[in-house]
């Protein structure tokens, strides 16, 4: 008879335990579902103000290149633990400060990106002091590098403290990079994309 209440005791014991671990998985589980649901939201908000500014840049644009604008696919991102993941490619964020304004691009880099002060390229940069073409940013084997097209000396990437002036030759990208181009500054982040394993 003594021994059933200790044993009674270890049961209730355990469920507590037991408890205790359903709560803190449902916790992380929220968590998570959170911070996909951010990351979702803020992509979402960068692809948005990109699209708005190759409107605006094409205002007066031929309607040949409207429409075609029209019938692009948007870019679909789905969120994934990395456990479930292969890495695929990677988006590359720039974040522009110019002398009054801050702006937020994001790309899928197929070909290359081109950055200057022409309205040619991918990413036009508002310093009038800039060439028309600065540099390309080139994806090799899942891996952003730069190079330099402009003659001019002085483009050169920031890292850890260090800085490395950029050439014709190609320079890997890191994350947390930061490009200086004239009076610009473009802060470089790599966001991996993977597909589901």
């Keep these: 008879m003594n021994v059933l209440p200790g044993y009674n005791v270890w049961i209730i014991a355990g469920e507590v335990v037991l408890l ?30 990109n699209a708005l500014d190759d409107a605006l840049k094409n205002v007066y644009a031929s309607d040949e290149k409207v429409e075609e604008l029209k019938k692009s696919e948007p870019l679909q991102v789905a969120f994934h633990d990395p456990q479930e993941v292969s890495p695929r490619g990677v988006l590359v964020q720039i974040e522009v400060e110019a002398s009054l304004s801050t702006r937020r691009y994001l790309f899928d880099i197929k070909d290359k990106i081109s950055i200057g002060g022409s309205e040619k390229n991918r990413l036009v940069l508002e310093d009038a002091d800039v060439d028309d073409v600065l540099c390309h940013l080139i994806m090799q084997n899942n891996q952003v590098y730069v190079k330099r097209i402009s003659p001019r000396e002085g483009l050169c990437i920031h890292r850890n403290g260090h800085m490395l002036p950029l050439s014709d030759q190609l320079l890997a990208i890191a994350d947390g990079d930061l490009l200086m181009a004239g009076n610009d500054r473009l802060h470089l982040n790599l966001i991996s994309v993977g597909v589901e394993g």
Excluded at 20 to 44: C, E, F, G, Y
Aim: aromatic share 0%.
């Design 20 to 49: 205790a671990v359903v709560i803190t998985v449902m916790v992380v589980l929220r968590r998570r579902s959170k911070k996909a649901d951010l990351q979702r939201m803020q992509v979402a908000e960068i692809l948005r103000d």
